[in-house]
């Protein structure tokens, strides 16, 4: 950690901050520059709190170097990290397209609907029994009724199946029901408790991106549930906050570099959410595996326009299909398959 | 709702939204334009599911007329809701400001602190026993023993506290401590389980602005609690996520007046966690105030240097009361008292 | 346009928003709903000035119902637009990418960086001679000088020249050197004065998108070109301001469907701006092409690490060149060229 | 300025970065620590260009530690700078309200807004006669003619008169017209070659804060005008781009004590742009003032509902008086004067 001291600190105040740095066990070093004074905390600076040494008298700023996250940081895991879900591979060379519809409806649609992500050529299926809606009156999902209706129409057609935890009062119930892949949404990527629960399962977990969150804040949130014992997790870039009001998040494709370097973990992309729109989803699924995502996270519906919640960001069985075939084009350019 | 179809929509496609408006129980008014045909439903479009007009064909854009939310709107409930805490009034006349630490750490700092609090003559005390940190390796809180030197110390002083929630399990505990004000957080504005539990009890409840959330967002997550019974809700502006890194957040003072419009309830800032540093309270306090304020969460500590977490944020007891003089200043200009 | 009044609005506020809209020669729909009534304007409602209905007493919201570009506009206008540049097509089949360094800085650079150029196959050439700089203290280009270095190294390599016009009282001088393609900023978007006078010559000109604009904004700018009679626009996405600090702006990758969508001119990418780090080109690069971009603006340098500016974003000429052998095959898989 | 190499930078590329820094005329300070190597540059860190060391091999991250400003900067000129304007004084202890209409469209309409700001005891008029407009089919201003209407009815009131230099090419005509106090709008503030110019008259300059700046770029681009002689300026808060929906801009209250902390120059603010919004100008000009904010820019208008721009956020003659008293109210708290 670098400690800036304003101009008019005195050698009492620089002392203090000295003396602060021992107390967390790190040595200082003091080099006085013409303008500032500047104090390098060495040895193991996580220890040290940043915000109690910003605080003290006359320090100007304080600056991390070393990076927060431990345990998720390719830093400390040069390898890629390949996770198996039930002998499906994400990570590796092959990208995985999980499809299906936002909702659990119906068991003739989940039906239907994994019959078509089979058919497409996805390996995973995803689908909603529980529902995050921004208004209490909407339909909330069908709950566990809904889970017994997803694993039945997926474990037909061998789909791994992928849904939301939202409650922590539910993991239980997911486990019963062997749900595959956890999936942790965006409203809860700081539900911390939430994550130190599905941290001290083995599940494989889908950590959406918050709304708004930094790349660091979502590496530390990935570090909660790493720090519980669990280390099959899976980034998904979804769409940030914006001013643009065109669409309704803008997705981040520089994060998905971004977090290759930072992570050893993989990282998928769900264009469906993103753009909120069926006919952006193709260039924006083409783009997320073309900077390198490890995958998406794609809503169909076998009949969008009776979907029972957002409906206008699924594609159609037709389309899954080929845009399928453009993704392929583009791992093969990459030296990946599909 | 109007419905804005696109210059190529066929005559079967207007009648396809037609049939679909009238299927949610609304009339529907056709409007032919020399561009576009608009087609207006009449009724209770609250009924309609935006989306799903969406994925009709030929439409090219919907929106809606009148407010998603109902019960937290002041459309439908013209004078200010006061808010009773043990007593003291929240959205009265009196503007209320909740002092105190950011993190309960010893007994000693909160009785310390509670005496401090009262003699600023503040009339609540806020104080956090579960902290939601960004990492899983930073002070997490001292949990339920914190909670007890929390009610211990403010009960000397007789003041109501508030403190944050952050775990559904934790309800009932903080139910059995009386917590008087429970606090959701930022992280967890959307948690929706979480405000559904506590709109199930009759606990006011200080409703945090999320990260970035919009004011619809966030007029809807009160209504998340409402609408299970519980009206006590108190909206809490406390800066939102932008792209300057000066601050921590950027305080959003246009939100006061808008929410002041918007619903009955009553709107408080805090000001400590917006800027980040202690230095900005003073100015954002005021600022709030003046722009309409029902009241403040502002953190303070027995010796800020010394504090366990968000040091660099608290006032000091001195600086607290300087504060509150100037508050009362303002306040008299707008008519109300402190 | 929708006039949508407030429940408490009176007979005669309805009537003087009738009024108001026929003034503007256009016909009123009046709609009354259950909770608010709803005037429609029929005619051609971008003569209305919005600001001036929301002014008028009673009114709540009102909301455009068609788009307010028009030449740019792909409603009106289906075929793509092709923009001839020296006989150089782009917004074609065929995707271009404009290599080159940030700044010119001498005639040996300019003439190794055009070789590099051509020989990783580009056919057109970037360099900036007028460098728009947020510190007064920093290099600010080698002026009329540069563009005289550009124009020799350029020409030797039969390479058309893009370069950035900042001050409109050098448009002149930009004739007299013939330069190619204007390119006009991000900081110079809304300069509605420098957009006048480029709209009054017949030079191809690249409009980067404002830091923070929305599409709509970016659009109603090269409305300004278009409307002065210079239809020869290329839309440049260079990523926009966004609360992460991991890169410098955020590539807004769904802007290019959008666009291909509202307008019919040509969507070019300069991944270097948008993460502002040379080892992200790449992926951001490949993403761009991968969504639809009919070309890019891509920084290089023969020797990066003596770069006079900018300097962290260049690729030396092996990357360039390997960048375009990937950047063949996504173009492939989509069927267009390189 | 603080190099941190990378964990696995060797030797000689940290003798790469020490003797760049030795070529800048800094001395270098290595430190190693047990993660990282840090280089600290002693000297003036200004002359050193920080895209250029990063772009150097092992390089991970660097940072400055003296702010990039200089002449604006109140660590090198700590009173506060007050600016004279006709013998009103801006940036002293009377607070000073700017107000007048958004455009200047008749000779009626400027005499009778001068008496009305004159009478609601402002000292210095606005009004627009180019006006920077999303559509180039919206009005643009009555230009020059404008300015002459506005001297006229300013002059009949001895108010100074504040309106907004859009081209460089008519700084001439406003030296003609004797312009009091030249503003640099929201969509210049980067637009160099206009501040450079502005930087070289002796008028004082109203700043106001593009769209989405940092304070840091704001300051840097008043550092333009400063720089080249003229330290004649004054800031102008208005708002920033969110992704809030309900209003048009965000007021970053918080920027006011911050920026009175960077710099010695005056502050103001613009409550009008800001919200967009009649009804929420009190609301935001109290909070400014609350905030410390030196000054306001209010638009009103004689009759709001027939302004031909912006008529939507314009106070009428007594809206703007009952304003007036308020915001003395809180001046006087503050122990300031209106």
Redo the contacts between chains.
């Keep these: 950690m670098?400690v800036?001291m304003s101009?008019e600190a005195t050698e009492s105040q620089i002392d203090g901050v000295v003396k602060k740095i021992k107390e967390y066990g790190c040595d200082a070093?003091i080099?006085r520059?013409?303008?500032?004074t500047?104090i390098?905390a060495?040895?193991?600076e996580?220890s040290i709190?940043q915000?109690?040494i910003?605080?003290?008298?006359g320090v100007e700023q304080s600056?991390h170097?070393?990076k927060?996250y431990k345990i998720v940081a390719r830093?400390w895991h040069k390898e890629n990290s390949v996770i198996d879900i039930k002998g499906i591979k994400l990570g590796g060379n092959t990208i995985q397209v999980i499809g299906g519809p936002c909702s659990v409806e119906t068991q003739q649609q989940m039906d239907e609907s994994a019959k078509f992500v089979k058919a497409a050529g996805c390996r995973l299926m995803r689908g909603g029994a529980f529902k995050?809606?921004?208004?209490?009156?909407?339909?909330q999902g069908k709950g566990v009724e809904g889970l017994e209706m997803f694993r039945k129409a997926a474990d037909a057609q061998g789909l791994p199946i992928v849904t939301e935890l939202?409650?922590?009062?539910m993991l239980d119930t997911f486990l019963e029901w062997d749900v595959d892949v956890i999936q942790i949404g965006t409203?809860?990527m700081?539900?911390?408790?939430l994550l130190?629960e599905v941290g001290h399962t083995n599940k494989p977990v889908i950590l959406k991106r918050?709304?708004?969150?930094?790349?660091?804040?979502w590496l530390?949130a990935a570090?909660?549930i790493a720090?519980g014992g669990n280390h099959n997790i899976i980034f998904c870039e979804r769409?940030?906050?914006?001013?643009?009001?065109?669409?309704r998040n803008?997705?981040?494709?520089?994060?998905?570099?971004?977090l290759k370097?930072e992570t050893h973990l993989p990282v998928i992309v769900d264009p469906s959410h993103?753009?909120g729109k069926?006919?952006?989803v193709p260039?924006?699924s083409?783009?997320?595996?073309?900077?390198?995502a490890d995958g998406l996270l794609v809503e169909m519906h076998p009949k969008?326009?009776e979907?029972?919640?957002?409906?206008?960001q699924?594609l159609n069985p037709d389309e899954l299909k080929s845009l399928m075939i453009?993704l392929k084009?583009?791992a093969?350019?990459?030296g990946r398959d599909i």
């Design positions: 670098i800036v101009p070093n080099s520059g013409v303008e500032r500047i390098g060495i040895g193991d996580r709190d915000e109690l910003d605080a003290l008298p600056m170097i070393v927060p830093e995050p809606r921004t208004s209490p009156y909407s339909f939202m409650d922590v009062r409203r809860n700081q539900n911390f408790d130190k918050g709304m708004s969150a930094t790349v660091s804040e530390m570090e909660y720090a769409g940030v906050r914006s001013f643009e009001t065109y669409y803008m997705l981040d494709v520089t994060a998905i570099p971004v370097k993103a753009g069926a006919w952006m260039a924006l083409r783009a997320a595996i073309a900077a390198g969008p326009c979907a029972w919640c957002d409906a206008d699924a453009e084009g583009i093969q350019v990459l």
